[in-house]
């Protein structure tokens, strides 16, 4: 499985941007680029995940590098209730359905 | 709709007990995943059902560990007998057609004495 490197926490205040980078260099070619997030005490929660291109939902938006080897994910209004783990995650090809989760980034957010 | 339920959310036995936990995927969902999240780490995948069928069972230890999907809803995994190494959360997860959009229930806190 490509490998990605995640910084292992970060801070923002409320209502402010965030954007949590990812490296990812080994990606291949046929790899979506995916984000969950896991709250305190709760399973991770599904938030983005993209190919090539940009992405946007209600959540948040990805913005993926034109060589696919970083990634950011932005939220563009911090709120106390995003304070989670973010995880960046490869997959796809050869390991269809499998998501294998790192350490991920522990985002504290102050009010 | 209603989401991924587990239970019983919270457990604790003796070492070299069986335990058992139980998980109803949301509605529709034909995959059905249960991982193993070990304190201040990521979840890892135990086994992958696709409706009956376990697709994916390479990470799940076979000499304690068993699973089964019964009628390709419900689920229950089990550990017989558990070891204190076991303490840990797990969880299980569903999807529909993107095996890549899963959907978490809460999680089981298993704690071995």
């Known amino acids: 499985d490509a490998k990605t490197t995640q910084p292992n926490s970060m801070e923002s205040n409320e209502e402010e941007p965030v954007h949590l980078p990812c490296n990812h260099s080994?990606?291949?070619?046929?790899?979506?680029i995916h984000w969950y997030r896991q709250l305190p005490s709760q399973g991770p929660e599904y938030v983005i995940h993209?190919?090539?291109s940009n992405v946007n939902n209600r959540m948040a938006s990805l913005a993926i590098a034109e060589d696919r080897k970083s990634s950011t994910l932005i939220l563009h209004r911090a709120t106390l209730r995003d304070a989670a783990v973010y995880y960046c995650?490869?997959?796809?090809?050869?390991?269809?359905?499998?998501?294998?989760f790192g350490q991920g980034t522990i985002l504290t957010v102050h009010p | 709709e209603a989401g991924v339920v587990q239970s019983p959310r919270y457990k604790i036995i003796e070492k070299k007990q069986p335990v058992a936990f139980w998980c109803n995927p949301i509605?529709?969902?034909?995959?059905l995943y249960w991982y193993l999240q070990n304190l201040g780490q990521g979840p890892e995948l135990l086994i992958r059902y696709e409706n009956e069928e376990a697709v994916d069972d390479s990470q799940l230890p076979k000499d304690r560990f068993s699973a089964e999907r019964l009628k390709g809803v419900d689920s229950t995994l089990k550990i017989q007998p558990a070891e204190l190494g076991d303490s840990a959360v797990y969880l299980c997860?569903?999807?529909?057609?993107?095996?890549?959009?899963?959907?978490f229930g809460p999680g089981t806190r298993l704690t071995v004495t």
């Open positions: 997860a569903s999807s529909r057609s993107d095996p890549y959009e899963q959907y």
């Open positions: 993209g190919l090539t």
């Open positions: 080994t990606i291949s070619g046929t790899d979506y």
């Open positions: 995650i490869l997959a796809g090809g050869t390991s269809y359905g499998k998501l294998t």
């Open positions: 509605s529709g969902h034909n995959t």
